[in-house]
C-alpha cells in the first residue's frame, strides 16, 4: 500500500505561498519510486491556491516517487 507525505517549511504563514513536496512512500515509509499513479488537490482542504486545483497530477518515471510544487 501506498501513502503520501506532504513535505513542508515549518514556519508557513496563514495565506503565504510556499513550496511543498508530495512524496509516496510504503509502510516502512521507504520512498516509492516506481510510484506511477496520481494525485488531486481538493481547494477545500488546503485553501484557494494549489496546483491544478481538482485535476489529476499523474507522477512519472522521471519523478522517482516525489514531486515538487513551486509557490
Known amino acids: 500500500m501506498t501513502q503520501f507525505e506532504i ?3 515549518p514556519t508557513a504563514r496563514v495565506n503565504e505561498a510556499i513550496d511543498v513536496t508530495v512524496r ?3 509502510k516502512d515509509k521507504k520512498v516509492v519510486t516506481g510510484y506511477r499513479g496520481s494525485i488531486i488537490f481538493v481547494p477545500e482542504n ?3 491556491t ?3 486545483p481538482g485535476k ?3 507522477f512519472s518515471a ?3 516517487g516525489e514531486k515538487k ?3
Open 50 to 52: 494549489v496546483p491544478m
Open 62 to 64: 522521471e519523478d522517482n
Open 56 to 58: 489529476s497530477i499523474q
Open 69 to 71: 510544487f513551486s509557490k
Open 24 to 26: 509516496t512512500v510504503d
Open 7 to 9: 513535505i513542508a517549511p
Open 46 to 48: 488546503f485553501g484557494d
